[in-house]
């Protein structure tokens, strides 16, 4: 669903009549605003990322933007790089460049990436691809294959693309699919056999361990598996992944979520280890991705309305910067936030959710918090010089950190800029 002209003008009214009409700012504003900094992403990673001589992508750059041609590659950056350019192809963005760098991505993807005995993406290789340094599986890496796949497929129609989607699904369906308590499990061996008990995993849990993180992607994955196949097995799981995210990860007397839980879905709150605590970005992600995935079974998101306001209630709460817009990392539970760094891919995931709520509820505050949002966005994440965003903002609000390392490459805010330029086009057509 869509705010349509009259219910937006109604909104200016409102705020007008009620002294405010000087801090609106209307939906056709921020396209040009947004366009541009799609652009400084873009320009960014294309075509100086796209390695020539080994294949696949460069995505090992510094604060400056400077790039490591000699960095390993892992599947997470990889496959997220080429689902960019996929998604950017098949929205008309340069189309010609963009579909020949996803062409680019998806041939190292599939020659130098997939395991051949065991089926299924090594977790990564060294720069030229020929040699696997962590051959494992991880269900989050493997999910992003399976996104990368599924958009590749629906941008270029490659029946190579969707084959490998089919018979990667198809490992998740024999191998990580948990039949007795739902969802998947989280580790693998590289032959898909389970590690030891106790033996940490990529993303520093243990084989007894669900995470919602995994989980979340896994939704966005088989949300877009589902849109590219129609498969009737994908469509029972996206209804349960939707269950997990909209009931299982959430802590009901706290209306957040939090990450850790045992197979069977008890949560892991141990303080010692840090796993009492909120990621906003999390949540607040949760939130879009879910309305998204029931948009893609048909299905109104509204009967989840209700929790996705408790969820941004608490986000609003605890983790969002009131002075100049933007969510700090994390927190502990009921507490202010702790952790006060601005990361790029919170703002990003905030700014698609914030517009997604004002889509579903008409609640202006949605709509400031998107304006604010992206206005500390446009003023310090963004790095107008060297291009892309900074990793990472302080209080002080001086940025740090990398611009291209094995999690960090152009998905969120890429994906960001587009879902909500999708948005802001439908809102603008006035007078």
């Given at each position: 669903?869509r705010?349509?002209?009259?219910?937006?003008r109604?909104?200016i009214?409102?705020?007008?009549?009620a002294?405010c009409?000087?801090?609106?700012e209307?939906?056709?504003?921020?396209?040009?605003?947004?366009?541009n900094?799609l652009?400084?992403?873009?320009?960014?990673?294309y075509p100086?990322?796209?390695?020539?001589t080994?294949?696949?992508y460069?995505?090992?750059?510094?604060?400056?933007?400077?790039?490591?041609?000699?960095?390993?590659?892992?599947?997470?950056?990889?496959?997220?790089?080429?689902?960019?350019?996929?998604?950017l192809?098949?929205?008309?963005?340069?189309?010609?460049?963009?579909?020949?760098a996803?062409?680019?991505g998806?041939?190292?993807?599939?020659?130098?990436?997939?395991?051949?005995?065991?089926?299924?993406?090594?977790?990564?290789?060294?720069?030229?691809?020929?040699n696997?340094?962590?051959?494992?599986?991880?269900?989050?890496?493997?999910?992003?294959g399976l996104?990368?796949?599924?958009?590749?497929?629906?941008?270029?129609k490659?029946?190579?693309?969707?084959?490998?989607a089919?018979?990667?699904?198809?490992?998740?369906?024999?191998?990580?699919?948990?039949?007795?308590?739902?969802?998947?499990?989280e580790?693998?061996?590289?032959?898909w056999?389970?590690?030891?008990?106790g033996?940490?995993?990529?993303?520093?849990?243990?084989?007894d361990?669900?995470?919602?993180?995994?989980h979340?992607h896994?939704?966005?994955?088989?949300?877009?598996?589902?849109?590219?196949?129609?498969s009737?097995?994908?469509?029972?799981r996206?209804?349960?992944?939707?269950?997990i995210?909209?009931n299982?990860?959430?802590r009901?007397?706290?209306?957040?979520c939090?990450?850790?839980?045992?197979r069977?879905?008890t949560?892991?709150l141990?303080a010692?280890?840090?796993?009492?605590?909120?990621?906003?970005?999390?949540?607040?992600?949760?939130?879009?991705?879910?309305?998204?995935?029931?948009?893609?079974l048909?299905?109104?998101?509204?009967p989840?309305?209700d929790?996705?306001?408790?969820?941004?209630?608490?986000?609003?709460?605890?983790?969002?910067?009131?002075?100049?817009?933007?969510f700090w990392?994390?927190?502990?539970f009921?507490?202010?936030?702790?952790?006060?760094s601005?990361?790029?891919?919170v703002?990003?995931?905030?700014?698609?959710?914030?517009?997604?709520?004002?889509?579903?509820?008409?609640?202006?505050?949605?709509?400031?918090?998107?304006?604010?949002?992206?206005?500390?966005?446009?003023?310090?994440?963004?790095?107008?010089?060297?291009?892309?965003?900074?990793?990472s903002?302080?209080?002080d609000?001086?940025?740090?950190g990398?611009?291209?390392?094995?999690?960090?490459?152009?998905?969120?805010?890429?994906?960001?800029?587009?879902?909500?330029?999708e948005?802001?086009r439908?809102?603008?057509?006035?007078?």
């Open positions: 669903m705010i349509s002209e009259l219910t937006w109604s909104a009214q409102r705020l007008a009549g002294g009409a000087a801090a609106v209307l939906p056709r504003n921020f396209i040009p605003r947004l366009e900094n652009r400084n992403i873009v320009d960014f990673w100086a990322t796209l390695d020539r080994n294949g696949g460069v995505i090992n750059h510094d604060a400056a933007g400077k790039p490591n041609p000699a960095g390993s590659k892992g599947i997470v950056t990889q496959a997220r790089q080429l689902w960019l350019f996929s998604r192809a098949r929205s008309g963005y340069d189309s010609q460049q963009m579909a020949e996803a062409d680019h998806f041939a190292f993807l599939r020659d130098k990436m997939w395991d051949r005995q065991h089926g299924g993406f090594v977790w990564e290789v060294d720069a030229s691809g020929t696997v340094i962590h051959p494992g599986k991880s269900t989050y890496g493997e999910s992003f996104y990368a796949l599924s958009e590749y497929f629906r941008a270029s490659s029946k190579a693309a969707l084959d490998l089919n018979e990667l699904f198809a490992l998740f369906e024999k191998h990580a699919y948990d039949r007795q308590f739902g969802g998947y499990r580790s693998f061996n590289r032959d056999s389970l590690p030891p008990a033996e940490e995993g990529y993303l520093s849990v243990t084989p361990l669900k995470l919602m993180n995994t979340l896994l939704l966005e994955s088989v949300t877009t598996y589902y849109r590219a196949t129609e009737r097995i994908a469509r029972q996206l209804g349960e992944l939707i269950i995210e909209s299982s990860v959430v009901k007397k706290l209306n957040a939090t990450d850790k839980y045992d069977n879905w949560p892991r141990d010692a280890k840090h796993w009492n605590r909120v990621s906003y970005g999390h949540v607040l992600e949760n939130v879009w991705l879910l309305a998204d995935a029931c948009r893609a048909d299905s109104s998101p509204y989840l309305v929790l996705f306001r408790d969820l941004w209630a608490y986000s609003l709460k605890y983790g969002y910067d009131a002075k100049y817009g933007g990392a994390s927190g502990p009921d507490a202010a936030a702790d952790d006060r601005k990361l790029w891919w703002q990003a995931e905030a700014i698609v959710s914030a517009l997604c709520m004002y889509q579903l509820t008409k609640d202006e505050r949605y709509w400031d918090v998107f304006t604010k949002t992206y206005g500390f966005i446009d003023n310090y994440q963004t790095d107008w010089k060297s291009g892309e965003w900074h990793e903002v302080g209080p609000l001086k940025p740090k990398a611009k291209g390392h094995m999690w960090k490459a152009g998905y969120h805010n890429g994906r960001a800029m587009m879902e909500c330029l948005v802001l439908e809102m603008s057509p006035l007078v």
